[in-house]
């Protein structure tokens, strides 16, 4: 229900495209919008860390998304890091569930606020997708921890 009062938000307010120029990683694209660039992480998911099994597949699965396409989003919060947290739309398809149903990124948990989500990760998982074809996937924020204990 959250989710089609977002998506219906958005039709109602944005209806301005922005070019995506850039895609740092799984769950982060750059945008241009007013001729500057806006670095978005996209909400309710984490994908893996460019060094961690399945980064590039990520990264290289939301380039396929959205390289060079234009981009629509929904801000949901700004984070630690002064991003903008946001629903993602490239050519109509919400990038941010489309990673999630792919196996190329987990829900997360922390900050997950799309009720439907975790069902579809568990599709994901079940079928052996993407990620979830590793026997022993590490979700990034485990991953991170570790390499910070590590002194990485």
């Known amino acids: 229900m959250k989710l089609l009062a977002a998506l219906l938000l958005v039709a ?28 978005i992480r996209l909400a309710n998911i984490d994908a893996p860390e460019k060094k961690q099994p399945f980064g590039q597949r990520s990264k290289q699965s939301l380039s396929n998304l959205c390289w060079g396409k234009n981009a629509e989003y929904l ?6 890091y002064k991003r903008t947290v946001a629903l993602v739309f490239c050519d109509g398809a919400l990038v941010n569930k489309s990673q999630v ?3 190329m990124a987990w829900v997360y948990p922390k900050y997950n606020k799309d009720d439907s989500l975790p069902a ?15 026997s022993d996937p590490v979700p990034p924020w485990k991953w991170r921890k570790q390499k910070i204990k590590m002194g990485e």
């Open 12 to 39: 109602a307010i944005d209806a301005h495209a922005h070019q995506v120029i850039g895609i740092a990683d799984g769950d982060t694209i750059t945008l241009l919008v007013d001729q500057k660039p806006l670095k």
């Open 120 to 134: 579809l990760e568990q599709g994901a998982r079940l079928v052996g997708l993407g990620l979830w074809a590793d």
């Open 101 to 103: 149903v792919a196996g």
């Open 75 to 80: 801000t949901q919060a700004i984070d630690k």
